[in-house]
């Protein structure tokens, strides 16, 4: 059977990161996982939550920082409309949405970039007060 890199919606919401990205197998729970390690090193103060169903990492102060979704062909990194508009010019090679970008499986994953992003992200908040959506 070949393996899926979508979601296999066998069990109920998760309550805990581990068990989203236990719901994932090959290039998805890959990419999960790399994007996991990125966040705690990136901010290592923050806690993970399950936000809405998907893993989030939340600033001290209890504000959500970011979210990631794992998807049929891609993941996607949610920030604030705000944090994303900041990489316009960066992000020119993804697809993107409101506060979301894109990341293909299977591609390296734009780890540089992510960082400057959540570290404007943690900026964002504690300079400027922004909350999440």
């Known amino acids: 059977e070949p393996s899926r890199a979508c979601h296999t919606g066998a069990m109920a919401r998760p309550q805990t990161v581990d068990e989203y990205i236990d719901g994932f ?4 729970r890959e990419l999960l996982e790399q994007l996991r390690a990125l966040a705690h090193e990136a901010v290592p103060e923050a806690s993970e939550a399950i ?6 990492w939340v600033h001290p102060s209890g504000t ?9 062909r ?4 949610a920030f604030t409309p705000s944090t994303r508009e900041g990489f316009d010019a960066q992000l020119a090679g993804f697809a993107t949405g409101k506060g979301t970008v894109k990341l293909p499986y299977g591609q390296p994953v734009p780890g540089d970039l992510l960082r400057r992003m959540i570290a404007f992200r943690v900026r964002e908040h504690e300079d400027d007060g922004v909350l999440w959506m």
């Open 25 to 28: 197998t090959g290039p998805g």
């Open 51 to 56: 936000k809405w169903g998907y893993p989030a």
């Open 64 to 72: 959500i920082l970011f979210m990631v979704s794992g998807h049929a």
């Open 74 to 77: 891609h993941a996607s990194v």
